[in-house]
C-alpha cells in the first residue's frame, strides 16, 4: 500500500475509533440510573470551508494535530475521497468566531466540511458530486433547511473568504442546499438599506463592508473588495430576503 494512503487510512481509522465516546457523568458520589429519554443533539447548519492546501494528506494531518486546535466533521479531496475526522454528534472546531443570524456559536450547530482546493482553483468534479450526496444525507438524516448550508466566509465575514469564488453556489442551491436567486428583474424596493437587509438574510454586519464583500463573493463569485452594493446586486438582496421568509 502507498506511505501516503496508508497513513491517512490510519488516522481515519482512529478517528473513526473516537467516535463513540464514554458517558459524562458527574464527579460526585452518585448512580449512573440511565433514561432513554432524550435525543441527541441536532446540527442544523452545514459550513463549507476550503482547505488553502493542495495536499489531503497535510489537511488532514493539521486537522487530526491535537496542537492546531481546528477540526472538521469531514474532508472532501479533489479525486472525490471522503474523510470523516469528528463525530457528527461533537462539536468540531471549525467556524471559530462567527456569527449568522442570532447564532453566535456555529461550531456548536453546524456540521464543517473542507474541501481540498487552495482558493486560487475551480473545484473538482469528483469533489462536488461526493460533496452533493453527503449533503443529501445530512439533509435527510437532520432536517437541514435549505438556508443553512452556508460558507465560512459567510459566517465570519473580513475574517474568512473560503470556500472562495469559484466555489458552485448556484449548483447546490439548485438541489436544495442553499439560497439562489437569478438575477432579478424587479429592482430591489425604493429606499432599500443594504446593510439592513444584509443583516435580515443572516449576516454579521459590524463590518459592514466585509458583510458586503462576503455576500458578493456567495452570490455572484467576484472579489470587488470593500465597493458597494450596486443596484444588481441590491436585487439579488431584496429576493434572497424575501425568499427566505418564505
Avoid at 491517512?8 to 432513554?36: F, H, I, K, Y
Amino acid at each position: 500500500m502507498n506511505p501516503g494512503v496508508a497513513w491517512l487510512a490510519a488516522v481515519l481509522a482512529m478517528a473513526l475509533a473516537a467516535c463513540a465516546p464514554a458517558p459524562v457523568r458527574t464527579g460526585q458520589a452518585g448512580e449512573w440510573m440511565p433514561s432513554a429519554n432524550f435525543d441527541e443533539r441536532r446540527p442544523g447548519f452545514v459550513v463549507i470551508h476550503h482547505t488553502s492546501s493542495d495536499s489531503t494528506a497535510r489537511a488532514i494531518r493539521i486537522l487530526t494535530d491535537a496542537s492546531s486546535k481546528v477540526s472538521a466533521h469531514y474532508v472532501i479531496g479533489r479525486e472525490g475521497r471522503l474523510f470523516q475526522l469528528v463525530d457528527e454528534r461533537a462539536r468540531a472546531w471549525h467556524a471559530g468566531d462567527s456569527r449568522w443570524g442570532g447564532n453566535a456559536d456555529l461550531n456548536s450547530s453546524s456540521i464543517g466540511i473542507e474541501l481540498v482546493n487552495t482558493g486560487e482553483e475551480p473545484f473538482a468534479e469528483p469533489q462536488i458530486t461526493t460533496l452533493l450526496s453527503l449533503l443529501s444525507e445530512l439533509r435527510e438524516r437532520y432536517r437541514i433547511p435549505a438556508a443553512n448550508y452556508l460558507g465560512h466566509g459567510d459566517i465570519a465575514p473580513g475574517r474568512k473568504a473560503d470556500p472562495s469564488r469559484y466555489f458552485p453556489w448556484q449548483r447546490l442551491a439548485e438541489k436544495g442546499f442553499g439560497l439562489w436567486c437569478e438575477a432579478p428583474a424587479t429592482p430591489a424596493p425604493p429606499g432599500l438599506d443594504s446593510i439592513f437587509a444584509l443583516q435580515a438574510f443572516g449576516y454579521d454586519v459590524s463590518d459592514s463592508a466585509a458583510a458586503a464583500a462576503a455576500f458578493r463573493r456567495h452570490f455572484r463569485g467576484e472579489e470587488r473588495g470593500s465597493a458597494p452594493l450596486d443596484e444588481a446586486e441590491r436585487a439579488m438582496l431584496a429576493c434572497l430576503v424575501e425568499l427566505k421568509r418564505r
